[in-house]
């Protein structure tokens, strides 16, 4: 069936280094992409997103763009800090699972100072 | 609008107990989801709701685990005879149907002992 599918972590870099988090999906095309971030003992929330085909989502000096013709969503940022560290889940819209959203493990990124 | 709120934010019980979680969504938000996570994990689904009613559960779910969402507001989810493996976070998300993103709680931690 449709899915993302997204690098596994841990990603482990030094403070201010360039962020990347690949996710690529299987499907005609989402009407939408998101990227969700978990910080250490939180619940998910809402990082950006992108609602259709070219356009780039930005939040927080991260950044991606939906790309239809390589399929993909990453996530970059320029430069990276401490508290950055977290867990990052790429993810379609809900409607499209079923109407229930179904996240993969997620990439766990750390940010040494 | 204060966003998804769950109490208890942190649950300690025996095991054999049963616990109840209560999950209050955005207000206009029709759709109700339940999740748990365990260490290093994503989000794993449980069950959702649109309004009052419960349109999946997932097959992972021993019949101990209960949710509740009797007037299409607030959530409860209730496990019975709790076991050690319960330990977990329970995430509560909830959407706008026509609305491809969720917005989660805080978690509640329970900690089965």
């Known amino acids: 069936g449709d899915s993302v599918t997204q690098m596994e972590g841990p990603v482990t870099l030094s403070e201010e280094a360039f962020l990347t988090i690949n996710c690529t999906y299987t499907a005609t095309g989402y009407p939408s992409l998101f990227w969700y971030v978990q910080y250490p003992g939180e619940g998910l929330q809402l990082l950006l997103k992108?609602?259709?085909?070219?356009d780039k989502g930005s939040n927080k000096g991260f950044e991606a763009t939906y790309r239809k013709e390589t399929t993909s969503f990453h996530l970059e940022k320029g430069s990276v800090q401490v508290s950055d560290s977290a867990v990052y889940f790429c993810a379609p819209p809900i409607y499209n699972q079923g109407g229930k959203l179904i996240f993969g493990q997620g990439t766990e990124l750390s940010v040494k100072p | 609008d204060t966003g998804v709120s769950q109490n208890p934010r942190h649950k300690i019980t025996k095991r054999g107990q049963n616990v109840t979680f209560r999950c209050d969504p955005i207000s206009e938000h029709n759709r109700l989801y339940w999740y748990r996570q365990t260490l290093g994990q994503g989000p794993e689904f449980l069950t959702y709701?649109?309004?009052?009613?419960?349109?999946?559960k997932s097959r992972l779910l021993s019949d101990r685990f209960s949710a509740e969402r009797p007037k299409g507001s607030f959530s409860t989810l209730e496990i019975q005879r709790t076991e050690q493996g319960d330990s977990a976070m329970y995430l509560c998300a909830s959407s706008q149907e026509a609305k491809g993103e969720a917005f989660f709680g805080q978690g509640t931690r329970l900690t089965v002992v």
């Open positions: 992108a609602t259709k085909a070219d």
């Open positions: 709701f649109q309004n009052e009613a419960q349109l999946e």
